[in-house]
């Protein structure tokens, strides 16, 4: 086979989102090193594009040359020794990840539960605080893309202001989507990927560490068992000496520039609308067919939905039918949705009405109603 | 600045390598899922042509989804557990960097050290194995970027055979450049990067276990730190099951796919000759021009040239002045080659006779002869 031959499909799933032409290429423009001065100005504006899009100040903000996985694997890694207590939000996939790599690093974890398709009650993240006021570490996803639900972060935040303890929170699914705001509320390290709101191809997590996430990392007694994600190590790189650490992916580092041009040329809080409004016509859309929203009422993202298929149709044998008759991709639900759900996203360029309307009229050919 | 703004420089440094416009172009084909079935067939292909390149049957050989400094993360973080001996070479950077991962795994390295510029000894690593039987690891570097010396594998991988030690290989540099045969000389774990002889942008680390590795691997007492790196969960989404784990890297993997083809159509052996015969060329109107080489005779990479300037001269002002007057880019020295030596790289689509000439053609009107 060749890459040619690949057939394009309108990526409505959990991500990649599609991707724009201008920012394929920007992504195919010829590659030059990694300390190439015309590389490292883009570099220094990727940064600057991402702390706006983050909403911080923050000095290390960059983005970490692997997928978004890899930012959880280097948010971690870099503030938690072994030994330390970690306290992480599970109601989905991604926090169940989080506990995982915190297990790994030889923590403690405490875990805070809530049913799939719920938030996690901000005020039991606060009492697991109390109960554990020495905890290195609150960990909560902000978009669950194995449920569609949106986790509040304020209340979290302004609980653990003045505290030792640092906040870190998962924005893989929206950042770019809807307001992270790091430095409003209180988030000392945030990361993401970049092929869901922010429309390029998947293979790097942006991320963003707090000066007192930063103070935690300089006073670790062992470095992070990742030297590749060592915070420290790439601060050499990204500051004034420019030291070589690893080769930066430069290609995908063009593609992340240009996406965050075009954030900037629509606006953010256009591009937080736009999600908005789509997200919103779909998940009425959906209802009116008969499925049915899983995400609690009041929590649920615009950019991913969660939905639970008409009559307990099995959802393996239509999904495949948009796939190869309709060229749609959505994704299948996971943990308790599984074979149920699909999973819809309506993330960067393709939060738009016209998505919506190919996919409700694919979606009436494979499950005609009445 | 846009993307399109940054002018071409011809990459004759340690990497990243000149991308052929073919690879960009099917870098910039349509991003689709990472579960598509047309994906998944051209991962698929691309894991085989690794297998070619590499010269292994190895069923897990990838590309991991970072570079190539992840590959070598990949490979000591799955194979070693804390407590382990890993017995090291250190002859520049890049075993330097295995040591310093090996010891924040916790593991107890011991170092066979020889100077930058000269080969390890083999029979210096196979006494370091008899002094350490239990060592779970032996590692080396086949071509050490940081001073051009191809370090010999064939008598190492011999002594272990048979041996439950692992015999893990760093071909950053070499794959695709000079043969590598993973199985002839008995690699257990052998990982490169995309950026060098492969001539396909930076993101993509190659990598392949053999069953005693994956054996090694099964039988570990605690799960390797890294989630993102664990090969056993990326196992799941390679094989049969088609299990999430993480989002590929779609285009990256487009472009490795695009350069494995390349590779295929001009032949490997012939891929071999043209790196041997240009770079000996590049060596000998260096040595004309009053450079000498820096690695130890018989033992020259020709892919990565390292070079000290003539008359003690100073490089950085010479190689700023290749960039901007000439458009080429070559690397600094590193260690002790820091300030008085070049670093060329003929690599990938670099490595031909129209690179050697123009970058002559720019050295003489540097640094005039005579």
């Known amino acids: 086979m060749r890459v040619s031959d690949i057939q394009p499909v309108l990526l409505l799933g959990p991500g990649p989102s599609p991707v724009r032409e201008r920012i394929l290429k920007a992504m195919a423009h010829d590659t030059v090193g ?13 940064n600057e594009g991402l702390r706006v899009l983050f909403g911080t100040r923050n000095r290390m903000t960059f983005p970490v040359s692997a997928t978004g996985s890899a930012g959880m694997q280097a948010s971690l890694v870099n503030v938690l020794e072994p030994g330390d207590t970690a306290i992480i939000g599970v109601n989905g996939v991604f926090g ?8 790994r690093i030889g923590c403690e974890v405490v875990t805070v539960e809530a049913e799939w398709g719920r938030i996690i009650p901000p005020d039991d993240v606060i009492d697991a605080h109390k109960a554990h006021p020495d905890a290195r570490v609150v960990a909560l996803v902000h978009a669950e ?24 929170v998962d924005a893989v699914t929206s950042l770019g989507g809807i307001p992270v705001d790091v430095d409003d509320n209180g988030i000392d390290v945030c990361y993401s990927g970049t092929q869901k709101c922010l429309g390029v191809p998947p293979g790097l ?7 007192k996430a930063m103070a935690r990392i300089d006073s670790r007694t062992t470095p992070p068992q990742s030297w590749y994600l060592d915070v420290s190590l790439i601060a050499g790189y990204l500051g004034e000496e420019r030291r070589y650490h690893h080769t930066a992916p430069i290609n995908s580092v063009y593609a992340l520039h240009e996406g965050l041009v075009i954030i900037e040329e629509e606006g953010l809080d ?14 009425n859309a ?28 099995e959802e393996g044998p239509l999904r495949k039918a948009l796939l190869e008759d309709h060229h749609i991709e959505v994704g299948g639900g996971l943990g308790p949705g599984k074979g149920k759900m699909w999973r819809i996203g309506l993330m960067g360029a393709g939060a738009n009405h016209r998505s919506v309307e190919r996919l409700l009229a694919a979606v009436d050919a494979v499950l005609p109603t009445g």
Not at 34 to 46: A, G, K, N, Y
């Open 34 to 46: 990694h300390l190439d001065p015309q590389f490292l100005t883009i570099m220094d504006e990727v």
């Open 96 to 103: 169940t990840r989080l506990a995982e790599m915190a297990r």
């Open 145 to 168: 893309t194995s449920t569609g639900v949106r986790q509040p972060l304020g209340e979290v935040g302004a609980a653990l202001r003045g505290n030792a303890t640092l906040f870190v």
């Open 205 to 211: 997590a942006p991320i963003t560490f707090s000066e």
């Open 270 to 283: 256009a591009c937080f609308r736009r999600h908005e409004e789509v997200g919103a016509a779909l998940q």
């Open 286 to 313: 959906m209802v009116e067919r008969g499925f049915s929203l899983f995400a609690q009422e009041g929590h649920r993202l615009p950019q991913l939905t969660s939905v639970e298929l008409p009559d307990g149709r």
